[in-house]
């Protein structure tokens, strides 16, 4: 069965210190990887996302993901956090499963910046 | 504001009353899902229409849910005869295209409290 694992519900972290949020997927089909982000009081938003290529990829607002298919994890970081990015962030994988029913999400971790 | 609308955000009600839930999604988006959230989970999918085809439903959509898409534009979710344990977020997404690619786009979402 698809799952995603985020293995920390909570993360505080001091302003301008990096930060890591840990996300692994169990599968043994290709997947799309992606990070959604929820701010206080608004929608879910698309952060980013892995489909292909390059391995690595970067959000517009500094936070980048890694793609370890060894691993089977899609880590995001950002090396200086803001005040900012104070909100939910959702791990979640697709499997290349058909029909509308094959986006799975994490349980989400709650990024915390302290001024 | 041309995103996913959601109404009402919040909706208090009474066990056994009915309640319905109402989405706006992006107008050229064919594709448009319904998803649940509850404290402490990422979302979970519940429903999705292609256009006014509503072709997959979850497990966790009950007899007492009903979903439709008439005109293939704004959603409705109803859920008869509440019980405490529909207290969630509900949840609207859209995209467009032939399918799923796991790129949503969400509204802020409707938040019931059943007492």
């Known amino acids: 069965a698809q799952s995603v694992t985020q293995l920390d519900s909570q993360v505080p972290v001091f302003e301008e210190a990096p930060v890591e949020l840990r996300c692994n997927y169990s599968?043994?089909?290709?997947?799309?990887l992606f990070w959604y982000v929820q701010y206080p009081n608004q929608g879910l938003q698309l952060l980013l996302k892995y489909l292909s290529g390059s391995t690595l990829v970067e959000s517009i607002n500094g936070f980048e993901a890694e793609f370890n298919k060894s691993q089977t994890s899609f880590h995001l970081r950002k090396p200086s956090v803001h005040i900012s990015d104070t909100a939910e962030y959702f791990c979640?994988?697709?499997?290349?499963?058909?029909?509308?029913?094959?986006?799975?999400f994490g349980t989400g971790t709650r990024l915390t910046v302290i001024p | 504001d041309t995103g996913v609308s959601q109404n009402p955000r919040h909706k208090i009600t009474k066990r056994g009353q009915n309640v319905t839930f109402r989405c706006d999604p992006i107008?050229?988006?064919?594709?448009l899902y319904w998803y649940r959230q509850t404290l402490g989970q990422g979302p979970e999918f519940l429903t999705y229409f292609q256009n006014e085809a509503q072709l997959e439903k979850s497990r966790l959509l009950s007899d007492r849910f009903s979903a439709e898409r008439p005109k293939g534009s704004f959603s409705t979710l109803e859920i008869q005869r509440t019980e405490q344990g529909d207290s969630a977020m509900y949840l609207c997404?859209?995209?467009?295209?032939?399918?799923?690619?796991?790129?949503?786009?969400f509204g802020e979402g409707s938040r019931l409290t059943v007492l």
């Open positions: 599968s043994s089909v290709s997947v799309y």
């Open positions: 107008s050229e988006h064919n594709r």
């Open positions: 979640a994988v697709i499997t290349s499963k058909s029909g509308a029913n094959n986006l799975f």
């Open positions: 997404a859209s995209n467009a295209g032939q399918t799923n690619t796991g790129e949503l786009f």
